[in-house]
């Protein structure tokens, strides 16, 4: 069972594609968060959203509470944009994060 | 970057024997996190720390401890290493616990 589910899991796309990954979820939430993991293994913060919309450069990322999905979206996709991109939730009872699998994508030049 | 450190960043060990991760920051976050990632699987807690000497279970807690004596040092222990412990482990910290993570760089662990 994972409260946490993200579509695709693997994705290809062309330099310059608009991208976007799903995150769905089953429970009431507080917080999402957004990461980037590099194929080294090394993981990185991108977002931390409660609700609306935020931007950093090529990267967009959104949230439907009602709905309860997310989506980050990639603008301009170059091959450095290669990783896997993670999701985690915080349910509204509780301390901890919940983590999705991953979506992991390759940007072919 | 947040400043997180991991050590070791490798190792191999036999099955029985003890093994102690450490996670070292210089963030003063007062939240400390031990994850676990495995094929198939997303990140799952093992412990946390909410503040030195504070400790709390995760969702795969079984089999190991953990322990904080200094704000900037979170420890993990096998007390007995199994081959279902091979994984690799990641340590994170936040300011609190909604709060954005951070993590360290990863131990590979492999228990033969």
């Known amino acids: 069972k994972n409260e946490v589910e993200q579509s695709p899991q693997n994705l290809t796309a062309q330099e310059g594609e608009f991208i976007t990954i799903n995150c769905s979820y089953s429970?009431?939430?507080?917080?999402l968060h957004w990461l980037q993991q590099h194929p080294g293994g090394g993981i990185v913060s991108l977002f931390m959203l409660s609700s609306g919309k935020k931007k950093h450069g090529r990267l967009i990322a959104t949230i439907n509470i009602q709905e309860k999905h997310s989506s980050l979206h990639i603008t301009a996709s170059h091959p450095r944009d290669s990783a896997v991109y993670i999701c985690?939730?915080?349910?509204?009872?509780?301390?901890?994060?919940?983590f999705g699998t991953g979506t992991s994508l390759t940007v072919i030049p | 970057d947040a400043g997180i450190t991991q050590s070791p960043r490798h190792k191999v060990t036999e099955t029985g024997t003890p093994v102690t991760l450490r996670c070292h920051q210089t963030e003063n976050h007062r939240y400390m996190y031990w994850y676990r990632q495995d094929p198939g699987h997303g990140l799952r807690l093992i412990h946390y720390s909410y503040g030195v000497k504070d400790t709390d279970k995760g969702e795969v807690s079984d089999g190991y401890s953990v322990s904080r004596s200094k704000t900037e040092d979170f420890l993990l222990t096998l007390e007995s290493a199994t081959s279902s412990q091979t994984s690799v482990y990641f340590c994170?910290?936040?300011?609190?616990?909604?709060?954005?993570?951070?993590f360290g760089p990863g131990t590979r662990l492999t228990v033969l």
């Open positions: 985690a939730v915080r349910m509204n009872t509780g301390n901890q994060f919940y």
């Open positions: 429970v009431g939430i507080s917080a």
């Open positions: 994170a910290i936040s300011r609190g616990p909604g709060n954005e993570q951070f």
